[in-house]
């Protein structure tokens, strides 16, 4: 069982910057793939980033590519979400998820849990 809590976001202009952290419950944090998602009002919720066990491997959505860096500190049960260069189209509320398996995943249907989600509103 892995409980997950995200924080970071808030309100920012276009063009700036906000980290999300998603602090995990649980010592076996380490062994579960990481995936950022986000689903805008009115939209279905939409992969975002993903990073392996070890932080070694990622993988982003093309929207988000090159402004966004996902990583993660196991010893601090933590994974982030470095965004820059922000777009108004990247409001949405952001959920982190944990994955009980080898290989992280696109998809939001392979994830076992999720936190209640941090809100980022980009102004134009």
């Known amino acids: 069982q892995v409980q997950l809590v995200e924080s970071g976001g808030g309100l920012v202009q276009a063009g700036g910057s906000l980290r999300l952290s998603c602090a995990a419950s649980?010592?076996?944090?380490?062994?579960?793939?990481m995936g950022w998602f986000r689903q805008a009002p009115g939209k279905e919720r939409e992969f975002v980033a993903a990073?392996?066990?070890?932080?070694?491997?990622?993988f982003y959505t093309g929207s988000v590519k090159g402004r966004f860096t996902i990583s993660r500190d196991n010893a601090k049960n933590t994974v982030y979400l470095q965004m820059n260069s922000l777009k108004p189209e990247d409001t949405a509320v952001y959920y982190c998820?944990?994955?009980?398996?080898?290989?992280?995943?696109?998809?939001?249907?392979?994830?076992?849990?999720w936190g209640q989600g941090t809100q980022v509103t980009v102004s134009s």
């Open positions: 990073i392996s066990r070890s932080g070694e491997g990622t």
């Open positions: 998820a944990a994955r009980s398996g080898s290989y992280y995943s696109i998809n939001s249907a392979d994830y076992d849990y």
């Open positions: 649980g010592r076996t944090f380490s062994s579960y793939p």
